[in-house]
């Protein structure tokens, strides 16, 4: 008799509480698996917003070094007779090169620090240009809660 059990199809040795089994083992399983997957497309979200800054970054420094000293719109300080102050930490020009070339943030999220080295910004001068931009993961379990991503880039005034 137990011979039929076996081969009979519709019945098993253990009887029916295997087939809601497989369902739990599943549905605990899958969520792991679904966690372990948004976690990696967070991780490649934060690597691709990270590269997308430095090269922003680096855009707006080149910006600023070549829109220097010798431009009808120069970028950042005036010439020292005029400035006293120091340079200033926010350049308009700057900070729009940066976020138009952000594909994919949010500009208004994105902060951009210009600043000066030597105090001024003559031909031969360096300019640094810091942005930093707050990450927002999809979820907090895998990733964590949002960070900042922070690029710097550092130029010559050439003109």
């Not at 295997?18 to 497309?41: D, R, T, W, Y």
């Amino acid at each position: 008799m137990s011979e039929l059990l076996l081969i009979d199809g519709d019945h098993n040795a253990q009887g029916r509480g295997e087939k809601g089994q497989a369902v739990v083992e599943f549905a605990l399983a899958a969520g792991v698996l679904f966690m372990l997957m948004i976690g990696s497309i967070d991780i490649g979200r934060a690597i691709w917003n990270y590269d997308t800054l430095a090269e922003a970054v680096r855009e707006g420094a080149r910006f600023a070094a070549i829109n220097g000293y010798n431009s009808s719109t120069p970028t950042g300080p005036p010439n020292s007779t005029n400035y006293t102050a120091g340079p200033p930490g926010q350049d308009s020009g700057v900070t729009s090169v940066v976020r138009n070339y952000a594909f994919g943030m949010a500009p208004a999220s994105i902060s951009v620090f210009a600043s000066w080295p030597s105090g001024d910004n003559l031909i031969g001068s360096s300019v640094v240009i810091t942005a930093s931009y707050s990450f927002q993961p999809l979820t907090t379990l895998v990733v964590g809660r949002p960070f900042t991503l922070t690029a710097a880039s550092a130029r010559t005034i050439l003109r």
